[in-house]
């Protein structure tokens, strides 16, 4: 595996883990199972958090994986667990497909290391939307990608850094590509502005064409991928303005796709 510097670490190739498989990686001696879902790649604990279950091993059927060991369900997406004997959510990790590359978000998984007093030696789940500790102002202009960003509502600061909520859709939305290009929203530049307020998460997105006629599935995409991060409603706002490859951060990635 391969460290880079925004604290993503590349543990596959694209392609390496089929549709509706899975990849077991080691970062740091924490088992990470990373699944392909639907198109998508979604990393999570390789642990049941009912007793340690090495949940790749079990079945997944769509979006749940099965603990084989007795039989609890979480989504991979967004780490639920759906039925007992588990009651606790398994950690998610963000993940981004840049070129060939599946990466996760090492920078998220240290972070959702932190102690659960609840349940010793495991990590904690990520608060809700507008609770917990407020998360620090973010940037009100456009950072080197293309976005700005608010949360819970509060003015942002000039040159605060993106808390780990916008972080985590941010990487989440790198894995929602645009099927023409094949790119993501996020490579393409497309998504502006990510306001993560108390009873919402509100996009403002750019299409690259007036009338793209995938224009629906993205913004069905991205709202799934943002609700899975921030499990508020997620609402698209398709902005008009032109799009140009000058909005992406690497405009070269087109050289890439064409
Ligand atoms: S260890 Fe997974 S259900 Fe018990």
Not at 80 to 94: D, F, G, K, Q
Not at 183 to 191: E, H, K, N, Y
Not at 200 to 214: E, S
Request: aromatic share 6%.
């Amino acid at each position: 595996m391969t460290q880079i510097a925004d604290g993503f670490i590349t543990v596959a190739k694209v392609g390496e883990i089929p549709e509706g498989g899975v990849k077991v990686v080691r970062v740091e001696d924490q088992p990470v199972a990373v699944f392909h879902v639907n198109g998508g790649y979604y990393a999570i604990d390789d642990l049941c958090t009912h007793d340690g279950g090495p949940l790749a091993e079990g079945t997944l059927e769509g979006e749940e994986i099965e603990c084989p060991r007795h039989g609890a369900r979480f989504n991979v997406k967004s780490g639920e667990a759906l039925c007992l004997p588990a009651t606790s959510p398994v950690p998610t990790y963000a993940v981004k497909v840049v070129g060939e590359e599946i990466k996760v978000g090492w920078a998220a998984i240290d972070e959702k290391l932190a102690p659960d007093p609840e349940r010793p030696g495991a990590p904690a789940p990520s608060p809700p939307a507008g609770e917990g500790s407020s998360p620090p102002p973010l940037d009100a202009s456009s950072d080197a990608a293309g976005w700005s960003s608010t949360a819970g509502g509060a003015p942002a600061s000039p040159g605060a850094a993106p808390s780990q909520q916008e972080f985590a859709i941010r990487a989440a939305l790198e894995s929602v590509m645009d099927p023409e290009i094949n790119l993501s929203v996020i490579d393409l530049g497309l998504i502006r502005e990510v306001h993560v307020l108390p009873e919402r998460t509100h996009i403002r997105m750019m299409l690259t064409t007036p009338f793209c006629p995938y224009a629906p599935q993205l913004v069905a995409d991205v709202t799934q991928a943002t609700e899975a991060v921030v499990p508020n409603p997620c609402e698209v706002e398709l902005m008009p303005d032109p799009w140009s490859p000058d909005l992406m951060p690497d405009p070269g990635l087109l050289g890439y796709s064409f």
